[in-house]
């Protein structure tokens, strides 16, 4: 596996379990977040799980349906304190 694979799976599991934290912290179940997205329930169990990725698009809707702005929640992600920064792999 190549050192840039490594880095996007740790960055998908970093996300996903953010994904989560914020879920649970608006007091949301999956179904409920499920039925502000119009998507199956096992959609947001894929997704916290690592089984599934969210495109850009989807991430934003996604948000959304957390009723949590888009830009912030990504730069929550990119202050992850487990996340290697991108000046760290010079």
């Known amino acids: ?5 490594d880095k996007a799976k740790n960055r998908h599991r970093i996300m996903s379990r953010h994904l989560r ?10 179904r409920s977040l499920s039925n502000r997205l119009g998507t199956p329930h096992s959609f947001i169990g894929k997704i916290e799980n690592q089984d ?3 495109d850009i ?6 948000c ?4 949590r702005d888009p830009v912030e929640l ?3 992600l990119l ?11 010079a």
């Open 52 to 54: 599934r990725r969210l």
């Open 1 to 5: 596996m190549s050192v840039f694979s």
């Open 79 to 89: 202050e992850a304190e487990d996340l290697p920064r991108a000046q760290d792999a």
């Open 57 to 62: 698009a989807e991430f934003v809707l996604y």
């Open 74 to 76: 990504f730069k929550e």
């Open 21 to 30: 934290k914020v879920r649970k912290m608006e007091e949301l179940t999956m």
């Open 64 to 67: 959304e349906g957390l009723r």
